[in-house]
């Protein structure tokens, strides 16, 4: 109802809990950048997921004869160097470049969450050695120690496929793709999740001392439902905050270590994949670099945006000018 | 002071030695060898390959093997994929063109980033405060695998005194650092222009302009050092970013750099090449925020009486 919330005095959000999402929202839809990446990030999560299964091609399906074709009727944007589709091929790469970003994310808040919660909340010594340890990892340079577990995962399940496939009837394709994808994500997460952690820590250690949990505590209730009930709802705006900003910085990652080869191969492909052919057609067509290189900027910025814009709706005052 | 300099020179070390020994189990523990090409190799002759790298013994006697070679003689073991050249070498000719790269592209960051940080706090909330914001945000998403190659095409190809890719002529360093430096420009805009933003609204400023002061005086002289300060705190990820950065760029411009040399390390799994140049990197990226923190230290007179 941001109708009615808006209406209210402003007194009302002190007086009901769930007004403040409420106000969030209607902060947030007063935002036109926001809006239009949030309109942007829909968009294309509905091209990659629906429009993609409409379109009749096959990302794969190479069209000898037809290489290099402008857009047109049957290609809207043309051919790749195969005579492959290449809306279709952004489309499909675009899942797994959103999978990865999305999946490696939903792991960072969950690590995050539980680490962070955990040293706030118990907080003293262990707190200080949880957090020492994680100041130490951040101190890591993430991209090289990101390559080099990747390079040890998936060396390990490239070993165990040969099982996969033929103890556990796993389907060879899957195996192919499944050992390319997860280890990148599994080290992209492994090492993305220090700065969420630290993030809940902060929250949850303030949240302890606040008068409604000390009135929880004092009132018996177990450390679940004081976790759960109180503290994990009160710190939920900047832990979507920074998720909403971690997607995007993980697609990155993602294309980045894709284009230098140590990412997403073929026959999987992601925007790096497609943006590293453009780059080396680029002398005979320039639309394969052009093209998915505007795709994947614009989910960037669209991301981006959002999160800026979330950020001064759910927390206003650290909103400035 | 000091005492937070000696702290923070340990917590460095111990982060970099952490750092290499994560890379000497990391590659030891990945499936294969280096010597495992694609064509499968018997294992008795793989075993006489590896004997001159040390390769047989247990890995508890390879590192401490490892860091006392480092350690005592500054040597860092053969390449096993650049048959007969020492680590120490490759480092020592790939270094100064990564360098120089660095170089470059940090003095790209700064020379666009600053100016256009105070110019859009200057004009804070008009056209060309907006216009720098949103380039800075182009900077920011557009990466540098993409810039690069639109580089290449745009540029390279107009203007003939610079080539496509290569490292020859001085002439080439120019694409390489602007690619590198557009990112780390963009995020040094938008840290001056905030720093700058809260610097103006601070009553000493009030204070010069009521004197009459002239513009350019208060800006520089009174408002442009505390307004770096959030740039300056970012100069050390600047400067991550810019090493890990370095893996696309030089492979895209075809630069013959450390950065190149790390990638084709992790493929062929080259054992002391990779540590090497982790090691490496690890101690210059601690040494930049050491150095950060130092200068930050030095500029800022509150920290200083503080500490």
Known sequence: MPTAAAQAPSQASAQKGASLWQDAFRRLRKNRLAMAGLAVVLFIFLACFVLRWILPHDPNEVELGNEFAPPGPTHWLGTDQLGRDLLTRILDGGQISLLVAVAATLLTVTLGILYGGIAGYVGGRLDAIMMRIVDGLLAMPFLIVVILFRELISGWIELASVFLIEDWGWSRDFVLRFSNIFPLLLAIAAFGWLTMARIVRTQTAALVHTEFVEAAHALGLPHRRILFRHILPNMLGPVIIYATLTIPSFILYEATLSFIGLGIEPPNSSWGVLIKEGANYLESNTKMLIIPAFVFSATLFAFNFLGDGLRDALDPKAAKD | ?307
């Open chain 2, 1 to 307: 002071m000091l005492r937070t300099v000696v702290q923070r020179l340990l917590q460095t070390i111990a982060v970099v030695f952490c750092l290499v020994s994560f890379t000497f189990f990391a590659v030891r523990l990945i499936p294969g060898n280096p010597f495992a090409d694609e064509k499968a190799i018997q294992p008795h002759l793989r075993e006489r390959v590896a004997e001159p790298f040390g390769l047989n013994e247990s890995w508890g006697k390879q590192f401490v093997l490892f860091w006392k070679n480092v350690l005592t003689e500054g040597d860092f073991g053969m390449s096993t994929s650049l048959f007969g050249r020492s680590v120490n070498e490759i480092m020592a000719t790939a270094f100064p063109v990564s360098l120089t790269l660095g170089a470059g592209a940090m003095l790209v960051s700064l020379l666009i980033g600053i100016p256009s940080g105070v110019v859009a706090a200057l004009r804070h909330n008009r056209l060309i405060d907006y216009a720098s914001m949103v380039l800075a945000m182009i900077g920011i998403c557009i990466p540098t695998f993409v810039l690069g190659p639109l580089l290449q095409l745009w540029v390279a190809r107009n203007l003939p005194w610079i080539n496509v890719a290569g490292w020859e002529r001085p002439s080439d360093i120019i694409l390489p650092s602007f690619t590198l430096g557009l990112v780390v420009a963009a995020y040094v805009a938008r840290l001056t222009r905030g720093g700058m933003l809260d610097v103006l609204a601070q009553d000493y400023i009030q204070t010069a302009r009521a004197k009459g002061l002239p513009a350019f005086r208060i800006i520089t002289r009174h408002a442009l050092r505390p307004a770096l300060l959030p740039a300056i705190t970012y100069l050390g990820p600047a400067f991550a970013a810019v090493i890990t950065g370095s893996f696309v760029v030089e492979t895209i411009f075809a630069v013959p750099g450390m950065g190149q040399h790390f990638v084709t390390a992790v493929t062929t799994k080259d054992y002391f090449l990779l540590q090497g140049l982790v090691l490496f990197y690890g101690t210059l990226m601690g040494g930049a925020n050491l150095l950060v923190d130092i200068v930050l230290a030095a500029m800022n007179p509150r920290l200083r009486e503080h500490a």
